[in-house]
């Protein structure tokens, strides 16, 4: 009899900015195959993200090997993505894709320090699917409200991962949260969409969801 698969971690909707700021990282046992989350300074852990941009650019920077790097924009700033030969069906997607393309990317965060100490923070991608502003809408829509809701959980008693991020950043969460409106925002104003369409999401698209966007079918609850 075949075993069931192993149960995947929920990809977490993060803006570019918050994503950025989540330099930390963690393991919740000593297990050497633990898996690695990424702190989100508004309080929540993240072993997998899901978030929908525009790709703005891409290269090969591999020496001996392809190894593609994305740029990626949201409403809020960018998300650099990764693939080499151990992420081929991505690497694959980001060789063919030409810029500008509305893109949504499931991926685990990576974080590396650099020489001065600064902690970079990037996405090794297991999917990259090509998607309409629509779906970029639905998900800045529903992006924006998970944001919001958890700084609003942030001062929660017993919220233990809003403690750590306390204790690890000296960041204030209402700048997520004004991050999040501010995309809300644009996209009322039908300002930020890029390449076609009125950037309008919809008066149902909170509530929709980004469920369309999300090429695995494992978003965030």
């Known amino acids: 009899m075949s075993q069931s698969a192993p149960t995947r971690e929920v990809a977490r909707r993060v803006f570019a900015t918050e994503f950025n700021d989540a330099g930390y990282t963690f393991t919740e046992s000593d297990d050497e ?8 300074p508004t309080g929540e852990s993240s072993n997998r993200v899901f978030f929908v941009g525009t790709l703005t650019e891409k290269e090969d920077v591999g020496e001996d090997a392809e190894y593609w790097r994305g740029r990626i924009v949201d ?6 993505v990764y ?27 990576r974080t590396y320090e650099t020489d001065d100490g600064t902690v970079r923070v990037s996405v090794r ?3 990259i699917t090509e998607v309409d502003a629509d779906t970029r809408d639905r998900w800045v829509a529903e992006t924006a409200k998970r944001t919001i809701e958890r700084v609003a959980a942030f001062d929660d008693e017993g919220n233990e991962y809003a403690r750590m991020a306390r204790e690890e950043y000296d960041l204030d969460p209402e700048t997520y949260k004004a991050a999040a409106l501010s995309a809300l925002e644009d996209l009322d104003e039908g300002d930020g969409d890029e390449l076609a369409g009125d950037g309008s999401a919809g008066g149902d698209a909170a509530s929709e969801g980004a469920q369309s966007g999300d090429p695995t079918g494992t978003p965030e609850p």
């Open 83 to 109: 693939a080499g030969q151990y992420q081929p069906e991505a690497a694959s997607k980001l060789r063919d894709l030409e810029p500008p393309a509305y893109v949504a990317v499931v991926g685990k965060p």
């Open 75 to 80: 409403p809020t700033g960018t998300f650099f």
């Open 125 to 127: 991608p297991e999917s």
């Open 33 to 40: 195959r633990a898996p690695v989350y990424a702190l989100l």
